[in-house]
Every structure is written in structure tokens, then in C-alpha cells.
């Protein structure tokens, strides 16, 4: 197995980790946080790909915050939404929904402050995420679309891992391959 693997997203590349997350499975280490000459490329090459018509977009905590944020700048977007992980004090009426990531073992929630839940409620929203490989984030962020009566119009990510490359429901700038664990 590889030690790193050399990710390409338009005209940047990355060296990626390559990271074992089970017996049987690596993944190639991604993390936007921080690179904000990536965050910058994929904000102006997802924009192209984004619906004509969207009032919000939607994240999840926290990696995809900065694309999100980016994002938003470049469509003219005030405002953008974060799904949390876990539940705030400051939270008034907070919805959640159980979710399960490839990269998490733990059980984890979805979390969209009641304030926000008022906000999306008949809106059109765009998904925003990092990775998306299982589509564990993706289906528990539109459960909580649908709770609020938002209607997703678009799902977008930097990169699609594994077999989520092959989706026909989400727009992306590059594929990232799965590695099996020798």
C-alpha cells in the first residue's frame, strides 16, 4: 500500500496520507480545513456547478464550513447554514437525526438549531460537503431538510470516494479512490 496519494483537483495537487480505517480499508487523508488556496479553487469550480435557483446553502460540521463559507461568498449567498454535530446550549428547538460516517466509529447526530429549522423551512437548499464517500452525512442532512419542508436542490462536494464517484445525484471536482488494507 502506498503511503500517500497524490490528489489533483483542477490545477492543485495535494500529497494525502494514506490512513488505515479498519482491517480491511485505508482512505487517503483529506482535510480542507486550513488550505485555503484549495478551499478558494473548489468555491470557484463548485460555483459553476451549483443550481441557477437556491435560497441557502447547508453544511455539515466541520470540514466543509470553509467551502461553505467560500461559497457563499462567491454566489452572493449572506448567509449559509451549519448542520453541528452535537447539541448547544444556545440551541432554541434543536432538530437532530442520527448519522454514520466511513470515518467515525462513534454514533453521531446531526444537530439544526430550531432558529435555523425556521430559517430553511420552504427554501431551496444546496448540500455542501467536503467528501462525500458513504453518503451517511448526506442522508442525514436531507432528513433534516425534510423535517423542515427545505427542498434539496443540489449536492455538492470537492471529492467523491469510492463508489460515491459513481452517483448521478452529486456534483464534484475529483474522484478519491478507496485503498484495501494489505
Do not use: C, W
Amino acid at each position: 500500500m502506498p503511503q500517500t496519494y497524490a490528489l489533483t483537483v483542477g490545477k492543485l495537487t495535494r500529497q494525502l496520507p494514506i490512513i488505515p480505517i479498519s482491517d480491511e480499508l485505508a482512505i487517503a487523508s483529506f482535510v480542507l480545513l486550513g488550505d485555503a488556496e484549495l478551499t478558494d479553487y473548489a468555491a470557484q469550480a463548485l460555483a459553476t456547478k451549483l443550481p441557477a435557483d437556491f435560497d441557502y446553502l447547508v453544511t455539515m460540521e466541520s470540514k466543509g464550513i470553509p467551502l461553505a463559507q467560500e461559497l457563499s461568498r462567491v454566489t452572493n449567498h449572506s448567509q449559509f447554514v451549519v448542520l453541528r454535530k452535537s447539541q448547544k446550549d444556545y440551541m432554541r428547538s434543536p432538530l437532530s437525526v442520527p448519522v454514520s460516517a466511513i470515518t467515525t466509529s462513534a454514533p453521531q447526530r446531526l444537530v439544526l438549531d430550531g432558529d435555523d429549522a425556521q430559517r430553511l423551512a420552504g427554501h431551496r437548499v444546496v448540500i455542501v460537503d467536503d467528501v462525500i464517500s458513504s453518503g451517511g452525512s448526506l442522508e442525514a442532512a436531507q432528513a433534516l431538510m425534510a423535517k423542515v419542508n427545505a427542498q434539496v436542490v443540489g449536492q455538492v462536494a470537492v471529492l467523491a470516494e469510492g463508489a460515491a464517484a459513481f452517483r448521478t445525484d452529486i456534483q464534484f471536482l475529483a474522484p478519491l479512490p478507496l485503498f484495501p488494507r494489505a
